[in-house]
């Protein structure tokens, strides 16, 4: 069962800003959500699934990859069961399919799961 969403990706032009959303469904998983390290990756056509972001479930600690730091901010809302990335000055090199994943357990990159089923962001030149 799919118990994260993504929603926000779009077409944009190269310079334009972004928000992308991961919401938890249900009570019971929100529970869960809110107490997990939740990432962001992306993966292009004919490329490996990279990641990109992710953060503590406090919020108090953040990291990125070296590609979108500066330009990128991941935040969340627990109250509202939604971690965010915001995009700014795109390029097209960011055209992928984004998914936001959860880890409840562990503190490794591979301990990611409970993935959605991404959103796709299109940045033209």
């Known amino acids: 069962q799919v118990q994260v969403a993504e929603s926000g990706g779009g077409l944009v032009q190269a310079g334009d800003s972004l928000r992308l959303s991961c919401a938890a469904s249900?009570?019971?998983?929100?529970?869960?959500?809110?107490?997990?390290?939740v990432g962001w990756f992306r993966q292009a056509p004919g490329r490996e699934r990279e990641f990109v972001a992710d953060?503590?479930?406090?919020?108090?600690?953040?990291n990125y990859a070296d590609s979108v730091k500066g330009r990128f901010a991941i935040s969340r809302d627990n109250a509202k069961n939604t971690v965010y990335l915001q995009m700014n000055s795109l390029k097209p090199e960011d055209t992928a399919v984004y998914f936001c994943a959860v880890r409840a357990n562990g503190n490794r990159i591979d301990d990611y799961d409970n993935w959605g089923q991404g959103t796709q962001v299109t940045v033209s030149s």
């Open positions: 953060i503590s479930w406090s919020g108090a600690s953040t």
């Open positions: 249900g009570r019971t998983f929100g529970r869960t959500f809110r107490f997990s390290d």
